[in-house]
């Protein structure tokens, strides 16, 4: 009997009023979210456009700025103690964001399209504050992949001004399936393990292609039209938004103009491996090479970090053991040790997915492929009900693949305090049971 990682996938339509309930070990979490819109007619305001050179996009937004993708976002510096965004009306209609000052706690609220919002006041906790962090930083970010929003515009107190924040000087880029993207974890996107990674490494940016339902191979896997072997060369995702802001029309993504990955971390293959979608080994095993061609065709000096993966637990007897059918085990390790010979290294393949041309590269390259192993990292009651990991097993992922990128590449912690995962603050104030 097989049973891993059933993904429905959402259908929805642009115009209608996204918004669920969410749950924490079965129980409802009390969300009291503000309504933060206002009209934007009653402030006095100095006022940016979406292309404004003071604005970083985070993860990949398309030339209309609207978001795709998990946790895409954006950030910037400010003056003053007011920021306010204009959505587009491309924004799914209540969709949650998280917002925050600096590297104060994140705040929740739902968006509206076409709407103002007022994201910072004076009120806001942090306003008052006079440092450390000057100037002051704002950022956002979209919780769920299947939602986006469209940036109209930002908005400054009147006489303030939006201040451009450099980039980090480190990047890393996780491509995965509903397993990065956070699907069933309490704040989706901001309790993944792949934005625990990203934010929790600290001085890095980070942008997550991962959508759930989909395939490493390129065909339709739980409605996704397209598989990552394709779509990763894409600046959208594979969703019925997608289909409707872009049609049979999506814009690849531009590679010269947004610079390169240092580490890409691989987890894809957990719905190849669903009989339901019937993807072959060969198909599979074709379609992960070809991702790993690519990004060391676009960013020849990314380095590569390949996920084997994990299919859940069932209860043998006295105890609970890994699910069967393994999650192609062997061949995933012999597909790494392929990446590390001679054979591969002395004149490596290239993949462009837009062109679908595989070429040479001519030049010797150093190994660049690298495996992590997760067996052992999760337990069994780190996988919720349906499927996915909890937002304890988001954190004991993440957590593990900060310590083997600090062990293998010597990158340092640069998080030291501000928050990552938001309400997971589980504790005891009682000493005495
Ligand atoms: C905001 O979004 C969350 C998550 O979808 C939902 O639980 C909540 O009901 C929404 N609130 C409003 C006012 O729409
Ligand atoms: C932003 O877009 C406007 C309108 O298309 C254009 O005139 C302006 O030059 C753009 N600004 C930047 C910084 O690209
Ligand atoms: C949204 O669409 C309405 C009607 O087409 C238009 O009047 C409004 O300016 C748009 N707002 C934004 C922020 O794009
Ligand atoms: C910041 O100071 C102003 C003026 O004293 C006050 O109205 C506001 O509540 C303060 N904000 C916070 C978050 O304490
Ligand atoms: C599964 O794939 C095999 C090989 O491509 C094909 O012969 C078979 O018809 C497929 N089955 C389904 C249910 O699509
Ligand atoms: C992965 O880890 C498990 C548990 O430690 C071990 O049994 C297995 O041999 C490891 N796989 C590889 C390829 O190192």
Known sequence: MVSFSSLAILGLNLAARVSSTILQNGQVRKTNFPDTRINPADYSFTTYPANATEISY?????????????????????????????FGNLTDNGVLV?????????????????????????????????????????????????????????????????????????????I??????????????LSSWAYGLGAGLGNTEFTVTAYPGICAADQDCWGNPRGQVHQWF?????????????????EPWDFAKHPAADIVVINIGTNDRNEANNVSTEAYIDALTKIIEGIHGKWPKAQVIVMSLWLGFYQSGNTYLPNAPDGWVKEIYDMVRWFNSDDYLRNPIIYDGVTKKTSRTGKRAKPFVHYFNTTGIMQHNDIGPLWHPTDVGAVKVASHLQQFIRIKFGWDFYATGPEIFHETLYWNDEPNY
Do not use: C
């Not at 993860?59 to 895409?72: I, L, M, N, T």
């Not at 806001?124 to 469209?150: C, D, H, K, L």
């Open 176 to 189: 995965g399936d509903s397993l990065a993207a956070g699907m069933y974890t309490t704040y989706e996107g």
């Open 234 to 250: 894409y600046t959208s995702d594979t969703s019925y938004r997608a289909s409707v802001i872009h049609g049979d029309d999506p």
């Open 98 to 174: 998280g917002y925050r000052i600096g590297g104060l706690d994140w705040m929740f609220t739902n968006i509206t399209a076409g709407a103002t919002h007022l994201l910072v006041s004076p009120e806001t906790p942090g306003s008052n504050e006079t440092g450390p962090i000057n100037p002051w930083t704002f950022e956002m970010r979209v919780s769920n992949w299947a939602y986006g929003v469209q940036i109209d515009s930002v908005h400054v107190a009147a006489g303030e001004k939006l201040v451009k924040i450099p980039d980090f000087g480190r990047r890393i880029e996780v």
């Open 58 to 86: 985070k993860g990949r937004w398309d030339s209309k700025h609207v978001s795709w993708w998990s946790a895409p976002g954006i950030k910037f510096g400010y003056t003053g103690k007011t920021v306010a965004i204009t």
